[in-house]
């Protein structure tokens, strides 16, 4: 697969996985949009955060797991893959960093701003919860 480039394919994926820690150390994994921000000083830079956000999708509580996980320990794995019956076209691509929950300012505001452009459906499902921003501190990747 010539090309390949993990940075793109992540951040053009449209779902990644979220890995938390559970406070007994169990591991807790969830499907989310998100969006990223490469720095504001160089737009070439790699990906420096990634931010996915609690929204008005169903739910039976905005104190989700993956909220009180992170209060607990921030450091969180994001997981994008694609897979084909074609096998010489599957890749992977995996972002460990350390997570923060802003309910409110400029990080939650970026943070919906980068949601509400990269997902036409935040133009109707309002953004009501707090933002997780992920400071990247690791990338992982491969291709066949």
Known sequence: MGGFDPKASFTQSPVARLATITPDGLPHL???VFAVSNSPDSPDDPVRTVYTAI??????????RRLANIESNPQVS??????????????????????AIH???AVL????????AKYPQYQTVPLNGPVIAVAVARWSSWHA
């Open 30 to 32: 969830v499907p989310v």
């Open 55 to 64: 929204d008005a999708k169903p739910k039976t509580t905005q104190r989700l």
């Open 78 to 99: 994001l997981l994008v893959d694609h897979y084909a019956d074609d096998w010489t076209q599957l890749w992977w691509v995996r972002v460990d960093g350390v997570a």
């Open 103 to 105: 309910r409110d300012g």
């Open 109 to 116: 505001h970026a943070g919906h701003r980068l949601l509400r």
